[in-house]
C-alpha cells in the first residue's frame, strides 16, 4: 500500500522477510539467514542510514536475538538478559536517528515465550506482548489492550494509505491524533473494508456472516462464522 502510494520503503530483517514482501514493493532490502547478535548487527548496520535518509517514509528492522536465544537457553537465561539488553541497545540506536516532531516509531513483538523456551499455547506471557508507539501522531496515554490483528491498520492510518483488504482488525484511531475529517474518513474506509472482506469471506467459504447484528462488530461475525465452519470440518480433518 505505501508503494503504491509512491512512499520510499525498506526492510532490514530475517529472510522470511524477503519471502513475505514482493521486491518490486522495495526500495531497499537487507536479508539474513542468521538469528543471533552477529545477524542483529548486521540488520542494523544496513537499516540505520535508511534512517538518515528523510526520503524513506516507511522503514521495518527485525530484531531476532530475543527469540533465537530463548529458543535455545529459556526465557530466564543470563543469555536472553543479554539478548534483550542489545535489543535495548539497537532501539537506543534508532532513537538516536529520529526526529520525533515529525517521525513515528512502533515497537511491537509477535508473541513470548515460556519460562523453558518455546511459543508454549495460551499462556499469558506468550500471548500479551507489548505494543509502543511515540512520535508524530500519536496521542499519548496507556491503554486498553488491543489485538495484533489492529496493528496494520493502525500503521496504514499514521501513513495515509488504504487499510489492508483482509484486515480483520481496525486502526486504533484513539491512539492517534486525527481531525475530525481523518477520523470519519478512516471509519468509513474501514466499514467498506470490512463490507467487502465478509462479501469474500462468504463467497469462498460457503457461509453466511451476521453482519447485521446490532453492537455486533463485521470483524467478530467473521470470525465467529469461520471458526463454525471450522468446527464442521475438524473431525475429517
Given amino acids: 500500500a505505501a508503494a503504491r502510494r509512491g512512499m520510499k520503503t525498506a526492510v532490514s530483517g530475517y529472510n522470511w522477510f524477503e519471502k513475505l514482501i514482493p521486491e ?74 529520529l526526529d520525533l516532531e515529525q517521525d513515528t516509531l512502533l515497537i511491537c513483538s509477535d508473541h513470548g515465550h515460556i519460562d523453558q523456551g518455546g511459543h508454549g499455547g495460551p499462556e499469558a506471557i506468550v500471548l500479551q506482548q507489548p505494543l509502543v508507539l511515540i512520535g508524530a501522531g500519536i496521542n499519548p496515554g496507556i491503554y486498553a489492550d488491543i489485538l495484533q490483528v489492529d496493528i496494520a491498520p493502525t500503521i496504514a492510518a499514521l501513513l495515509g494509505t488504504n487499510l489492508p483488504a483482509s484486515a480483520l482488525g481496525q486502526a486504533r484511531t484513539e491512539m492517534l491524533y486525527l481531525t475530525g475529517t481523518q477520523l470519519r474518513t478512516i471509519t468509513d474506509a474501514a ?31 467473521l470470525e465467529t462464522a469461520m471458526q463454525t465452519r471450522l468446527r464442521t470440518e475438524q473431525l475429517p480433518r
Avoid at 40 to 46: G, T
Avoid at 76 to 92: H, K, M, R, V, W
Avoid at 193 to 221: H, M, Y
Fill in 191 to 221: 466499514e467498506t473494508q470490512q463490507s467487502w472482506l465478509a462479501d469474500a469471506v462468504e463467497a469462498a467459504l460457503s457461509i453466511t456472516i451476521e453482519r447485521n447484528s446490532a453492537g455486533i462488530p463485521v470483524s467478530n461475525a
Fill in 24 to 97: 518490486t514493493d522495495l526500495d531497499a532490502g537487507f536479508f539474513t539467514p542468521g538469528e543471533d547478535e552477529a545477524a542483529d548487527l548486521d540488520v542494523m548496520a544496513a537499516a540505520l542510514p535508511w534512517l538518515d535518509d528523510p526520503a524513506y517514509q516507511l522503514v521495518l528492522i527485525h530484531i531476532d536475538q530475543v527469540d533465537h536465544i530463548q529458543h535455545v537457553y529459556g526465557a530466564l537465561s543470563p543469555e536472553t538478559t543479554q539478548a534483550a539488553s542489545n535489543a535495548d541497545g539497537y532501539l537506543e540506536q534508532v532513537l538516536a536517528k
